[in-house]
């Protein structure tokens, strides 16, 4: 095993003494990254021809989810490996960051090549946001392991399915860039819970 994981609780096979709701809160702070990650791979579909109505450069639409979806699944496991090293907190603390950067980067672009840099970055960060899943591992007993994946998966799902409609509402109520600033409020509040 690896010196920064011989310790961990997954390891072992043993909680690490969260109890009742202290493990709910941190199962619930857990999600809202996975939700977010996985938002952002279906919300921009149904927001696409306003952007590119917006911008003028419909051709480049589809390098907003491609760009989007290659760093991010380059990056994860990268993030697994440097979470089994030096903790997931840190790797879960730079997935996030890294994720408000590209979201502000996304909402304050005016041309498609500056979105479509931002959607990297996002997508870099998000690579980071999947880690969550693992620290159930790390903190869950055994035996409730499984509700907790599958509150995972239900969150999962959630956002797969809203995203496109979420996306759509927001481009034509409010602004497509309304859809990039979102994220920013959500992952202050992520950031907090652990730091």
């Known amino acids: 095993m690896n010196e920064g994981y011989s310790g961990r609780a997954a390891g072992q096979g043993q909680a690490t003494g969260a109890q009742g709701g202290a493990l709910a809160l ?7 990254p996975v939700f977010l990650g996985s938002v952002d791979q279906s919300i921009l579909a149904s927001a696409l021809p306003t952007i590119g109505r917006d911008l003028g450069e419909v051709h480049n639409l589809p390098w907003l989810i491609t760009s989007f979806l290659i760093a991010s699944t380059a990056l994860t496991p990268l993030y697994g490996k440097f979470a089994d090293i030096h903790g997931r907190r840190a790797a ?11 979201s502000l980067v ?44 599958t509150y ?40 907090r819970a652990w730091s």
Not at 26 to 32: D, H, K, N, T, V
Not at 123 to 141: E, F, K, Q, Y
């Open 26 to 32: 941190i199962a619930m702070s857990m999600m809202l």
């Open 92 to 102: 879960m603390l730079i997935g996030v960051t890294t994720y408000m950067a590209g």
């Open 106 to 149: 996304c909402a304050a672009s005016p041309n498609m090549l500056m979105l479509i840099f931002g959607r990297i970055v996002q997508g870099c960060g998000a690579g980071g946001l999947t880690v969550t899943a693992n620290m159930l591992g790390d903190i869950a007993p055994a035996k409730e392991r499984g509700k907790y994946y």
């Open 152 to 191: 995972f998966s239900l969150a999962f799902m959630t956002a797969g399915g809203s995203g496109p409609a979420l996306g759509g509402w927001i481009s034509d109520h409010l602004h497509w860039q309304m859809i990039f600033s979102k994220p920013v409020a959500a992952t202050i509040q992520v950031g």
